[in-house]
């Protein structure tokens, strides 16, 4: 049974030929087209620049390419790896293109900062990667359901809800973003709400839950606990894929970082389960 929110395939014949491929490679990776997602702009990052100076600019940029790289390559810590000390060193060199925005005044008050965007040299890092043979993510990546429990200190634990919390809305789409790892959600119908509840979530048992989510037929359940303690937020995970599970906690630190944290989580399995080591091209 599908997801009714997932989106249907267009039948024009560049998306044609473009599911063919999805289709292809999700095979490839044991893993069935309607449990795959095609993640665009994996080498495409958005960040704040303290002004457009040369000196600003190029610490931007290392900071970009390091944040994605973190997100296609597969390690503990990448900055260990050599090849990515190479070309952190020559950021500059990988950029496609960028371009400045200015940002409004009520996020920040200094007038020289500036939203920068930059696009990197997709081949020219693969190249470097395979001929370190640096493990990596493609885009082809598989959904994952989360089912978020939030407690914003009234001692009332909710299912998130995007229309009633915006700012966890938010958090949630710019860490799936920041990691590339695609997240759907419970629908919460009346169906769901008689059978769960976030106890069920929260538990130690995952039966129930893991036989609830069945109807969404993705390969990666997480479960999560965002709790407000004063003035910073508290994550407990627990991710369930391939048979195992794995289970985390974020320690308190603002919303945006303790969702991100979660994620992480996510990522770290699923990088490791599918991405590729690629041979080093012979001379």
């Known amino acids: 049974m599908s997801h009714p929110n ?3 395939m267009s039948m024009n014949p560049a998306s ?3 599911n063919i491929v999805l289709a292809f ?3 490839l990776l044991d893993m069935p087209l309607s ?11 958005e ?3 303290n002004s457009p100076s040369p000196a600003d600019r190029e610490l931007a940029i290392k900071q970009a390419l390091y944040a994605v790289l973190n997100r296609v390559l597969v390690a503990e810590d990448i900055s260990k790896i050599k090849a990515v000390q190479d070309v952190l060193n020559n950021a500059p060199y990988y950029v496609k293109q960028f371009q400045y925005s200015l ?4 996020q920040y008050t200094e007038s020289d900062v500036r939203l920068l965007r930059v696009e990197f040299d997709e081949q020219k890092l693969m190249d470097v990667m395979r001929n370190a043979q640096v493990g990596i993510w493609g885009d082809i990546r598989p959904k994952t359901l989360l089912w978020l429990v939030v407690d914003q200190d009234t001692g009332e634990r909710q299912f998130y809800d995007p229309d009633s919390m915006p700012d966890v809305e938010s958090a949630l789409t710019l860490a799936s973003k920041i990691k590339g790892v695609p997240l759907i959600f419970p629908m919460l119908d009346l169906e769901e709400r008689q059978r769960i509840s976030v106890n069920d979530v929260l538990g130690a048992d995952a039966r129930q839950l893991l036989s609830v989510s069945a109807r969404y037929e ?9 709790a407000r303690k004063d003035q910073c937020w508290q994550g407990e995970w627990a991710f369930y894929f391939d048979g195992k599970i794995k289970q985390w906690n974020s320690a308190c630190q603002s919303m945006t970082a303790t969702i991100k944290a979660g994620v992480q989580g996510a990522y770290d399995v699923l990088s490791a ?4 080591k690629p041979q080093a091209a012979s001379d």
């Open 273 to 276: 389960y599918y991405g590729v």
């Open 25 to 27: 490679i999700a095979l």
């Open 6 to 8: 997932y989106r249907r």
């Open 47 to 49: 960040l704040v620049a």
């Open 103 to 106: 940002i409004s005044p009520d």
């Open 218 to 226: 993705v390969p990666s359940v997480m479960a999560g606990h965002l």
């Open 16 to 18: 044609w030929k473009r």
């Open 35 to 45: 449990h795959a997602a095609e993640v665009e702009g994996l080498y495409e990052i």
